[in-house]
């Protein structure tokens, strides 16, 4: 089976059955020649898909069969986006790709729409968010939300893919800075110091056996921020009610040594919290799994500080995630505030007074960041807002994040 081929079966089953880019390539990567051609021409499709689909529109009269769209996208994406392959080369193994998925009365259709699109510049629409949405590849939406709310310089500069491509570590407390830095510079491991207990890496077989050995973890930069406007003390009673994978929760454990409440809604990721405390020797972790929309009575007035680390669109990640933004609508995401906004409200019940709830997400949208805040601060006047902050996505691996941190009078 070709490298295209192997591409072409994890990009079907991604559009067409809704799975998972990164979990149908750890099944199926091993079988590649090229594994790193096939892995940058699966997240490049995906990533310019928006891009690839008004192209698509524009040279073909009526649209194509679905297998056939892919077909084409990965032609097109291979002509834009990948030096490496000649343009003749990339047609002629496209056109080679369609007789290899059974359709090969369609050659001569791939091989003309190719050649027309690699000879002809196809005009962007004039409307400037219809515009940004194809420069981009983002949706229509997103432009619209984004353009108004934080102006076009920051639109674009979180909009663009960048090629950053360090990992962000954190040492855990039993290990130190000083001991990883003499590892990565006898393994000549590139990296960027962050703060003085994280540094930005590249992601390599060094890296990966100190993480099994729980001396290091990945954690974003604004994750930590986080845990740390949290400001956690010892003696402080700390509950974090979305808790999973267990990132935070973690961090907390560690900087506040007492016990730290972590729930889930899903057992299947309260069993992820398990297996984390476990690579990293954190103890101090209780798990619960616990709908954070329902009242739990044993919570009630119980705790320090809270945390609410909502579900959310995800979009301050986005460019960590080359599909997030396949099938994501207006409505797909519309129902989010309303689940964020019960999580809040069901947890302030749970803050001592003088004690601190804290609001988080990992998203830019208002509606579920600032939004949400001001409606709860609006109908509950016992907590004040102390400290609130939208970070913006950026092209030195800052995630888009936000929080708000309020205490209970
Ligand atoms: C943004 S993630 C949390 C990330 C986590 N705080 C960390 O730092 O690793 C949101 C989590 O909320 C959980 N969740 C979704 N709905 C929930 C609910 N009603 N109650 C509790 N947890 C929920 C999801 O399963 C998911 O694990």
């Known amino acids: 089976m070709s490298d295209l081929k192997i591409a072409y079966d994890i990009l079907s089953k991604v559009y067409q059955d809704g799975a998972y880019a990164s979990l149908e390539l750890s099944k199926h990567i091993l079988k590649a020649t090229n594994q790193d051609f096939v892995v940058h021409l699966i997240y490049g499709v995906l990533e310019r898909d928006i891009e690839l689909s008004y192209y698509i529109s524009k040279l073909c009269i009526k649209r194509p069969k679905p297998s056939i769209v892919i077909v084409l996208k990965m032609g097109m994406y291979q002509l834009k986006y990948m030096d490496s392959i000649p343009a003749y080369a990339a047609v002629s193994n496209t056109v080679d790709l369609t007789k290899e998925i059974k359709k090969q009365e369609l050659k001569g259709f791939v091989n003309a729409t190719l050649k027309n699109f690699n000879n002809n510049n196809i005009e962007l629409p004039k409307d400037k968010i219809k515009r940004m949405s194809i420069e981009y590849s983002v949706p229509e939406f997103i432009v619209n939300i984004y353009l108004k709310e934080y102006g076009e310089d920051k639109t674009k500069a979180m909009l663009l893919k960048d090629n950053f491509s360090y990992e962000h570590f954190r040492v855990s407390s039993k290990y130190s800075m000083d001991q990883l830095l003499k590892i990565l510079k006898e393994n ?222």
């Open 188 to 409: 000549n491991v590139e990296y960027i110091e962050s703060k003085d207990n994280a540094i930005f890496a590249k992601n390599n077989k060094i890296t990966q056996d100190i993480y099994s050995a729980g001396n290091i973890t990945v954690q974003s930069k604004t994750s930590m921020l986080t845990c740390e406007a949290l400001e956690p003390k010892d003696g402080d009673k700390i509950l974090d009610l979305c808790a999973a994978p267990g990132g935070k929760s973690i961090y907390l454990a560690e900087l506040a040594k007492d016990e730290v409440t972590s729930c889930d809604i899903y057992p299947h990721r309260i069993a992820l919290i398990e297996s984390y405390k476990n690579r990293m020797g954190v103890e101090n972790i209780k798990t619960v799994i616990n709908d954070a929309t329902i009242l739990n009575k044993d919570f009630v007035d119980k705790f320090d500080k809270v945390l609410c680390d909502v579900p959310c669109s995800g979009l301050g990640v986005a460019k960590k995630k080359p599909d997030i933004y396949l099938n994501m609508t207006k409505e797909s995401i519309s129902g989010l505030p309303k689940i964020q906004y019960k999580i809040l409200d069901t947890a302030k019940e749970y803050v001592k007074v003088g004690g601190i709830l804290m609001y988080s997400t990992c998203t830019t949208l208002p509606q579920e960041n600032k939004e949400v805040i001001r409606q709860f601060l609006s109908t509950n006047k016992n907590f004040e807002l102390i400290d609130e902050r939208q970070y913006l996505q950026d092209d030195k691996g800052l995630d888009g994040f936000y929080i708000a941190k309020m205490v209970r009078k």
